[in-house]
């Protein structure tokens, strides 16, 4: 079984902490919350500045080039090796974001905080105000490539070229295509089931459900995907803290689906 969450009281030091927090609706918010105070020694990723590419056309939080994310993990100072507690807000889906960026990569010591930035100041640790720098280090990546899905890859599930089952992170009634706020075209991902992320949120923090292992067989390859990568975030990871061995994170989702392939509804 893969450990992804720890609460404050599993925090081990030396430790390296990565801040990630944001908020969908105001853009500049995780940045000024991280400057007006965060974790001693933490960094900020930012949704949109470090683990999305928004020059992309692939969706709405588009995956970064990996020479990208090397020189965002180098730029800060981070080694494979390090132990890497991320947080956010808790119970939102932007820690479990950074966390799979970094697992990609192979950091293999990473893991989300439960409860978030609260918890840990909470807990007594220590915080501060500004930024902080790191000397640049230098990392030789070992990809996961299958912790990942394309846009290829999942059309090969939809034809029955790859047997996989594709959930759906987003509400059932955007999922079902009764309306969609975000995306111009309405529906889901032909093949697609569906399971509403915000079902293994839990106050400030994120768990497996009962629901979830019923409703996701454990002996699956599992690809989930929400609008654009975010909010199938924490599926993916509560997935594999519950033990599930072969899950993909199609992290251009439905918005970047729909930019080359039809839907279903209903």
């Known amino acids: 079984m893969t ?3 720890v609460t404050v009281d599993e925090i081990q030091v030396p430790a390296r902490f ?3 927090r944001f908020n969908l609706s105001d853009s500049k918010r995780g940045q000024a919350l991280y400057n007006e105070e965060h974790i001693k020694g933490a960094v900020y990723f930012d949704l949109e500045q470090h683990l999305s590419d928004m020059t992309k056309k692939a969706g709405r939080h588009p995956m970064p080039e990996k020479e990208k994310l090397i020189d965002l993990f180098e730029s800060v100072g981070l080694a494979l090796k390090d132990t890497v507690y991320v947080y956010d807000q808790g119970g939102t889906p932007f820690a479990t974001r950074a966390w799979w960026m970094l697992s990609y990569a192979g950091f293999k010591k990473v893991y989300i905080v439960n409860g978030g930035f609260t918890a840990l100041k909470e807990a007594g640790l220590e915080t501060e105000t500004g930024t902080v720098s790191y000397d640049r280090s230098t990392i030789i990546p070992q990809w996961n490539e299958e912790s990942y899905a ?3 890859y999942v059309k090969a599930i939809t034809i029955g070229e ?3 089952l594709l959930l759906d992170a987003r509400a059932a009634a955007r999922y079902r295509g009764e309306m ?5 075209i309405a529906g889901h991902i032909p093949t697609a089931q569906n399971f509403d992320w ?6 400030n923090t994120l768990a497996p459900t009962e629901a979830l292992l019923q409703a996701v067989p454990k002996e699956d390859e599992i690809v989930v995907y929400c609008g654009s990568g975010v909010t199938a975030s924490p599926l993916y990871a509560v997935l594999k803290e519950a033990g599930y061995k072969k899950v993909r994170l199609y992290v251009g989702s439905y918005s970047d689906w729909i930019t080359e392939h039809d839907v279903e509804k209903g």
């Open 198 to 203: 915000e079902q293994v949120k839990q106050g």
């Open 162 to 164: 790859t047997d996989a």
């Open 180 to 184: 969609e706020p975000l995306d111009p």
């Open 18 to 20: 990565i801040d990630a």
């Open 3 to 5: 450990k992804v969450f």
């Open 150 to 152: 394309s846009r290829e």
